[in-house]
């Protein structure tokens, strides 16, 4: 299906506001870039998540979106444009004040949404029904399997049905936080295509198989305080015990699940034992944070010569960028400073933060690049107003690439000063990390046993 103008445009905008906010890392199986295809997604961020699972798919994709969106000013162009196709819930039953019919309504959502994959188009879901902060999965809805096998019956065959994980690193509501987008392997369910929507024991299992296939593709904890547990676990024993691929993000996700997965078994079988590990790996990794080094960077103090060419080549790099990034972070401030302000004054929940963040800082930033320029076409005219409307975004575009840039030199300067010039600190930090990717290894072990 050739999607409108307004939807290619849509996405397009969308996936650039989510690349801006974060830094992405797109892993794991190819999504078809043609033909009929169901995305499912676990939805931890609100309006950010479709555009993050769009980046991922490379294409288009239709979403099923509860109906109260598509009547908000702030959003509801934008939920119109992409294409969505609404859902009514009990709490949508209220529409002009008239009563709507529940049942029809979803009768004609499962009817657009089955027309759509028979069209070939790709249609994103979320079932767990509602954007959330919980560690885990939610239990699913019913509602991708319906579709799917809806569709299936009705001459679509069983199309690919692809889990999408979203995983965010440093914070999901913080700007330019890791967020990795990892995609797993297609959902079987051949056996079960021909059974219908209305075969109940056919919906229960392919929703089972669908949450298998999420929860293979996300990081599920009993609390987000576990979450700096197990992310510092896992960092110590892959330092200590890792091989050359422990940089792959689908081998990270892997060992982040099968690290929560050992330490939820042994708080249940060793209780205060586990707890003391757990403490003991806190407050290693905080005094790495403290000192900007992660695990691995203990076993690589570099050497002279390499050092002297890294410095050699971020002198160069930010002698040219520096003044340009200088400029545009004098320019962007006003901006930056008023979403900064604005944002923690709305009692928003820890899922709708980046989102209204993202919106707020693109009518922030775009107002102030508006306003700039009128005041240059007061002062000298269109033709100047209208090269600034083109130049300034793509300085601030540069701005920020710079600014990363920045901060991983500033980190890589204190480790390198750090670990050539305080060995015996060193010394200590590894001993330690050591010792403690020993005790998880054993714990390891002692639970693979019972």
């Known amino acids: 299906m050739s999607h409108s103008w307004l939807h290619r445009h849509t996405h397009r905008l969308t996936t650039f506001a989510a690349r801006t906010y974060y830094r992405i890392t797109v892993a794991g199986k190819d999504v078809p870039l043609q033909g009929p295809v169901l995305l499912v997604a676990n939805h931890p961020n609100s309006l950010l998540d479709p555009a993050l699972v769009a980046i991922a798919a490379d294409r288009p994709v239709r979403w099923l979106a509860r109906a109260g969106l598509f009547q908000q000013r702030s959003i509801g162009w934008l939920i119109r444009g992409s294409g969505a196709i609404p859902v009514y819930r009990r709490q949508d039953a209220l529409e002009g004040g008239e009563s709507v019919d529940l049942a029809t309504r979803n009768r004609q959502m499962f009817s657009a949404a089955r027309q759509a994959i028979l069209e070939g188009s790709a249609i994103g879901i979320f079932p767990e029904g509602l954007s959330h902060s919980a560690p885990s999965l939610a239990p699913l809805k019913t509602g991708a399997s319906r579709i799917a096998l809806g569709a299936a019956r009705e001459g679509a065959g069983a199309f690919p049905i692809l889990p999408v994980g979203l995983t965010f690193q440093g914070g999901k509501e913080r700007f330019r936080s890791r ?35 999420l929860a293979r593709v996300t990081v599920n904890l009993e609390s987000w305080e576990d979450f700096p547990i197990v992310e510092g676990a896992e960092a110590i024993h892959d330092a200590e015990y890792g091989h050359r691929e422990s940089t792959n993000p689908v081998r990270w996700l892997a060992r982040m699940r099968r690290t929560a997965q050992v330490l939820e078994a042994a708080r249940t079988e060793e209780g205060k034992r586990q707890q003391e590990l757990s403490q ?29 060419r890294w410095v050699l080549k971020t002198v160069l790099f930010f002698g040219l960028a520096a003044p340009l990034a200088f400029i545009g972070s004098i320019l962007f401030l006003p901006p930056y400073r008023l979403v900064g302000w604005a944002e923690p004054r709305f009692d928003l929940p820890p899922d709708k933060r980046a989102t209204y963040k993202v919106l707020g800082g693109t009518a922030a930033f775009g107002g102030w690049i508006l306003a700039l320029a009128a005041l240059v076409r007061e002062l000298m005219g269109w033709q100047p107003a209208m090269i600034l409307l083109i130049v300034l975004p793509v300085l601030g575009i540069l701005t920020l690439t710079i600014r990363d840039r920045w901060d991983l030199a500033v980190a890589d300067f204190r480790r390198i000063l750090l670990l050539k010039g305080r060995r015996d600190l060193r010394e200590k930090l590894l001993e330690r990390q050591a010792a403690l990717a020993i005790r998880l290894r054993e714990l390891q072990r002692r639970v693979e046993k019972t």
Do not use: F, M, Y
Request: aromatic share 2%.
């Open 179 to 213: 967020a990795l987008l990892l995609v797993g392997r297609p959902v079987g369910w051949d056996d079960l295509a021909q059974e219908g929507e209305d075969g109940t024991e056919a919906v229960r299992e392919l929703t089972r198989r669908i949450h298998q296939g």
């Open 280 to 308: 003991d790996i806190l407050r290693h990794t905080r005094v790495l944070d403290s000192l900007g080094l992660r695990p691995q960077d203990l076993h690589h103090v570099p050497r002279a010569s390499v050092a002297a």
